[in-house]
C-alpha cells in the first residue's frame, strides 16, 4: 500500500483559499482512485472530493461544491485540493486517502484502503 503524506493546511481567514497536497510514496500512483475526506470536531469524518486514477471522473460532496476543486498529477504522484471561498464550517482536519484500480471515487470510507495522516485546515470568521 501506497504512504500518504497531506500538506498545505493552516489558518486563513474567511473568504480566503488554500490548497491542500498529498503526496504519494511508490511507482503505482497512477492506478489509484483519490479522495479527500474531512473531519470537524465533535463530528464523523465525511467525503469532500474525489478522483478517479485517469482524472475522468470526478466527485464532490455538495457542500463543497463550486468552491473546491480536486485535481492531480501522476507524474509527481500527488493529489490537490484547491479550496476556495472558505467558510469557518470548513475547518476540519483533512485526510486523503486512497485505493487501486477503483473505477469510481466513492464516498465513503470504505471505498479506500489507505490513508494520510491528515492537516488541520482552520478558518476564521
Known amino acids: 500500500q501506497a504512504q500518504l503524506v497531506e500538506s498545505g493546511g493552516g489558518l486563513v481567514q474567511a473568504g480566503g483559499s488554500l490548497r491542500l497536497s498529498c503526496a504519494a510514496s511508490?511507482?503505482?500512483?497512477?492506478?489509484?482512485?483519490m479522495g479527500w475526506f474531512r473531519q470537524a470536531p465533535g463530528k464523523e469524518r465525511e467525503f469532500v472530493a474525489g478522483?478517479?486514477?485517469?482524472?475522468?471522473?470526478?466527485s464532490y460532496a455538495n457542500s463543497v461544491k463550486g468552491r473546491f476543486t480536486i485535481s492531480r498529477d501522476n507524474r509527481k504522484s500527488t493529489v490537490y485540493l484547491q479550496m476556495e471561498s472558505l467558510a469557518p464550517e470548513d475547518t476540519a482536519v483533512y485526510y486523503c486517502?486512497?485505493?487501486?484500480?477503483?473505477?469510481?471515487?466513492?464516498?465513503?470510507?470504505?471505498?479506500?484502503?489507505?490513508w494520510g495522516q491528515g492537516t488541520q485546515v482552520t478558518v476564521s470568521s
Open positions: 486517502a486512497g485505493r487501486s484500480l477503483a473505477l469510481f471515487a466513492g464516498t465513503k470510507e470504505t471505498d479506500y484502503d489507505f
Open positions: 511508490g511507482r503505482t500512483f497512477s492506478t489509484y482512485t
Open positions: 478522483i478517479t486514477w485517469s482524472a475522468a471522473r470526478t
